[in-house]
T-cell receptor, first 115, second 114 residues
Framework: AQKVTQAQTEISVVEKEDVTLDCVYE???????LFWYKQPPSGELVFLIR??????QNEISGRYSWNFQKSTSSFNFTITASQVVDSAVYFC????????????FGQGTRLTINP | NAGVTQTPKFQVLKTGQSMTLQCAQD?????MSWYRQDPGMGLRLIHY???????DQGEVPNGYNVSRSTTEDFPLRLLSAAPSQTSVYFC?????????????FGPGTRLTVL
């Protein structure tokens, strides 16, 4: 069975600090997809990134970066120079390959950026 | 395009009542699904559909029914509401293809069962 663990329930940092959100996953599939979603206080789910299991390149998008390591089954998310607008709940998710695009979510990490 | 729409946004039910949460998308997506979000548990898949007339169960299907008569609509029915079904419900859709496509989520329905 697939499982995603986000061990950090809540993180609180001061603005401009860097922060890393951890994500560890379990799957028996050799082909799978990993995701990060952001849920701001308004409640909607915002797609941030998708990574497939064959692409271990790290990705950087502005202040956001993602570190995918198959050897440790981790897909960590780093925000550099955090801002108050980054305050949200962040979810890591995993999906099998194939037509049924079922997502398995982690428990979420509530990130609070204090001014 | 309106994307994925959900109605109502908020609902309060009494134990034993039934209701239908509506979900519609105007992007001609084959794949649609329902998730529930509970504190400390992330989102969990209730039911999903890969096309009109085809539905299947997810991780937590008990107490919910679905049907998919059109590509656009995927309603979720609570037959006899229970307090354990108090949650935020999200509908999602995506096109089906050889490559995994991003799922588009609706704004959610917050349901309270008293």
């Amino acid at each position: 069975a697939q499982k995603v663990t986000q061990a950090q329930t809540e993180i609180s940092v001061v603005e401009k600090e860097d922060v890393t959100l951890d994500c560890v996953y379990e799957t028996r599939d050799t082909t799978y997809y990993l995701f990060w979603y952001k849920q701001p206080p308004s409640g909607e789910l915002v797609f941030l990134i998708r990574r497939n299991s064959f692409d271990e390149q790290n990705e950087i998008s502005g202040r956001y970066s993602w570190n995918f390591q198959k050897s440790t089954s981790s897909f960590n998310f780093t925000i550099t120079a955090s801002q108050v607008v980054d305050s949200a709940v962040y979810f890591c998710a995993l999906s099998e390959a194939g037509g049924a695009q079922k997502l398995v979510f982690g428990q979420g990490t509530r990130l609070t950026i204090n001014p | 395009n309106a994307g994925v729409t959900q109605t109502p946004k908020f609902q309060v039910l009494k134990t034993g009542q039934s209701m239908t949460l509506q979900c519609a998308q105007d992007m001609n997506h084959e794949y649609m699904s329902w998730y529930r979000q509970d504190p400390g548990m992330g989102l969990r898949l209730i039911h999903y559909s890969v096309g009109a007339g085809i539905t299947d169960q997810g991780e937590v299907p008990n107490g919910y029914n679905v049907s998919r008569s059109t590509t656009e609509d995927f309603p979720l029915r609570l037959l006899s509401a229970a307090p354990s079904q108090t949650s935020v419900y999200f509908c999602a859709s995506s096109p089906v293809g050889r490559v995994y496509n991003e799922q588009f989520f609706g704004p959610g329905t917050r349901l309270t069962v008293l």
